[in-house]
T-cell receptor, first 111, second 111 residues
Framework: ETGVTQSPTHLIKTRGQQVTLRCSSQ?????VSWYQQALGQGPQFIFQ???????GRGNFPPRFSGLQFPNYSSELNVNALELDDSALYLC??????????FGEGSWLTVV | AQRVTQPEKLLSVFKGAPVELKCNYS??????LFWYVQYSRQRLQLLLR??SRESIKGFTADLNKGETSFHLKKPFAQEEDSAMYYC?????????????FGDGTTLTVKP
């Protein structure tokens, strides 16, 4: 058990809608990152937050945004959903020695 | 740009046979490399990292900077090793915390 929990586990949205995915990190882990994993691919880095500020970003458009809160929880928000946004979204918190602990992910389907 | 390549999508071996999962990377700095594993119906988890020079569940991986490789090896595969394996590279420099993953190799160990 890694202590990283995500919600919801599955959801379906319509193209153009907005979605918020949530993550609760392990206590004491100040760094949280989000990944998108499409079927048949490895996780793709979206962004990272450290102490409530974004400090790293991958090749994702601005409609992907996030928040991190002092209680080790965080959110991933995606606006103007597109069909290609359908994927598994993984939250990960960073522990000692740069080890990343993953949640089980949120499956998003955009129709 | 950093990139991780796992040339084999699928790898199948018999129990007791040696196994090697290939990983090649491109990165301009000094890399920090990891292997992650995902067993059936479980979350992605760290298997080992190169800086630890450790052996986990009989697996080892050596960083070869000349060949830019970080292959995962085990001399005698077991059925419980069947899983999805991802090689990942951590960027600690310009894009803090960005981990780049390969697309994974599905290992099947047959009895």
């Amino acid at each position: 058990e890694t202590g990283v929990t995500q919600s919801p586990t599955h959801l379906i949205k319509t193209r153009g809608q907005q979605v918020t995915l949530r993550c609760s990190s392990q206590s004491g882990h100040n760094t949280v990152s989000w990944y998108q994993q499409a079927l048949g691919q490895g996780p793709q880095f979206i962004f990272q937050y450290y102490r409530e500020e974004e400090n790293g970003r991958g090749n994702f458009p601005p409609r992907f945004s996030g928040l991190q809160f002092p209680n080790y929880s965080s959110e991933l928000n995606v606006n103007a959903l597109e069909l290609d946004d359908s994927a598994l979204y993984l939250c990960a918190s960073k522990g000692a020695g740069n080890t990343i602990y993953f949640g089980e992910g949120s499956w998003l389907t955009v129709v | 740009a950093q990139r991780v390549t796992q040339p084999e999508k699928l790898l199948s071996v018999f129990k007791g046979a040696p196994v090697e999962l290939k990983c090649n990377y491109s990165y301009s700095g000094s890399p920090e490399l990891f292997w992650y594993v995902q067993y059936s119906r479980q979350r992605l988890q760290l298997l080992l990292r190169h800086i630890s020079r450790e052996s986990i569940k009989g697996f080892t991986a050596d960083l070869n900077k000349g060949e830019t490789s970080f292959h995962l090896k085990k001399p005698f595969a077991q059925e419980e090793d069947s899983a999805m394996y991802y090689c990942a590279l951590l960027n600690n420099n310009t894009n803090a915390g960005k981990s780049t993953f390969g697309d994974g190799t599905t290992l099947t160990v047959k009895p």
